[in-house]
């Protein structure tokens, strides 16, 4: 959801070769595979949250969302893909810009089908490109995705109508035109409009968003959702570590954690069961919301798996379903 400055502060070094799709927002990272281990049948596309980016700077000084896990995915022979929307719009709005680059990797790639992974604010807009065009996804995988919502938006929301509700969106905007900016764009390139993202990411927004777009959610509070319906497979897992390392600066999300549940059964942003989606491969992760995602610079609890495994592992699993 949420990284405003951090991220796009941190500047790190990137070993990896990518390579650029032409007239697309979408970037393909690419590498001789020394495995296949990772190679689905259908191309992977990921897909960021709230305040994401593909990579803040350029290489080799540049510093990826998805802190080195889109390269190993890339080196175990995936053909893999991140995208890049509005930092801060409505879960539709995003949605539309991300359907768009789903069908420019469609046609770069010769593919019928692709398996869509969102981080947070991500996984609505992911469930958005499947309601769209329920042909074009083979699976559908969420990562702590604010689902039915975040207790942090509806605080932020009660800012609306008050004296402080320009200045904060005009500030937020800002931020998202800046981050555009730091990924070498222009910063209109993109529409920016932070009071809607947070009415996306409300309860009631979320419940609005789930009534039009209701494939893979659960039918009860913290339950499973379909694992597969409209021949699309719906995965889901999160975390719910909030300071997870000491010398991380996502540690400050132990403040916006105790806004959930009394501070338990979330990753700083978004509760377990608001998380839940399609099949749970696991909701009890020890990340934060960052860690999720391999940031900050892959900083974790000492005995938390790796995300970069993680992920390596979930493509096998969507290479063994066929997909």
């Given at each position: 959801m949420k990284y405003g400055l951090i991220t796009a502060a941190c500047i790190a070094a990137m070993t990896m070769t990518t390579a650029q799709a032409n007239s697309t927002q979408a970037k393909q990272y690419t590498a001789k595979a020394s495995t296949q281990y990772a190679k689905t049948k259908y191309p992977i596309v990921f897909g960021h949250g709230?305040?994401?980016?593909?990579?803040?700077?350029?290489?080799?000084?540049?510093?990826?969302?998805?802190?080195?896990?889109?390269?190993?995915?890339?080196?175990?022979?995936?053909?893999?893909?991140?995208?890049?929307?509005?930092?801060?719009?409505?879960?539709?709005?995003?949605?539309?810009?991300?359907?768009?680059?789903?069908?420019?990797?469609?046609?770069?790639?010769?593919?019928?089908?692709?398996?869509?992974?969102?981080?947070?604010?991500?996984?609505?807009?992911?469930?958005?490109?499947?309601?769209?065009?329920?042909?074009?996804v083979a699976s559908l995988t969420s990562v702590g995705g604010p689902h039915k919502g975040s207790p942090v938006a509806d605080l932020i929301l009660k800012a609306e109508g008050t004296v402080v509700e320009g200045p904060l969106v005009g500030g937020v905007n800002l931020v998202s035109k800046a981050i555009t900016w730091a990924q070498g764009l222009d910063p209109n390139s993109f529409p920016h409009n932070s009071l809607e993202g947070g009415r996306s990411l409300t309860a009631a927004g979320s419940a609005a968003f789930n009534q039009k777009f209701p494939i893979?959610?659960?039918?009860?509070?913290?339950?499973?959702?379909?694992?597969?319906?409209?021949?699309?497979?719906?995965?889901?897992?999160?975390?719910?570590?909030?300071?997870?390392?000491?010398?991380?600066?996502?540690?400050?999300?132990?403040?916006?954690?105790?806004?959930?549940?009394?501070?338990?059964?979330?990753?700083?942003?978004?509760?377990?069961?608001?998380?839940?989606?399609?099949?749970?491969?696991?909701?009890?992760?020890?990340?934060?919301?960052?860690?999720?995602?391999?940031?900050?610079?892959?900083?974790?609890?000492?005995?938390?798996?790796?995300?970069?495994?993680?992920?390596?592992?979930?493509?096998?699993?969507?290479k063994l379903q066929g997909l």
């Open positions: 709230m305040a994401g980016f593909i990579q803040i700077g350029s290489d080799p000084f540049g510093l990826d969302y998805w802190y080195q896990i889109l390269p190993d995915l890339a080196r175990n022979g995936a053909n893999v893909w991140a995208t890049r929307v509005s930092p801060f719009n409505s879960s539709e709005v995003r949605g539309e810009q991300l359907k768009q680059q789903v069908e420019e990797i469609l046609a770069i790639t010769g593919a019928q089908k692709v398996n869509l992974i969102g981080h947070s604010h991500g996984g609505p807009t992911i469930r958005y490109v499947a309601g769209v065009i329920p042909n074009k893979g959610m659960p039918t009860t509070s913290c339950g499973e959702g379909s694992y597969q319906e409209k021949g699309i497979y719906n995965y889901s897992f999160t975390g719910v570590g909030q300071v997870t390392n000491l010398l991380d600066p996502d540690s400050a999300l132990k403040v916006t954690a105790l806004l959930i549940d009394g501070g338990k059964n979330n990753d700083g942003l978004v509760s377990r069961c608001s998380a839940k989606f399609g099949k749970t491969i696991r909701d009890n992760y020890n990340w934060n919301h960052l860690d999720e995602v391999n940031m900050v610079f892959g900083l974790k609890a000492m005995f938390a798996p790796d995300p970069v495994d993680v992920y390596r592992q979930h493509a096998n699993r969507l």
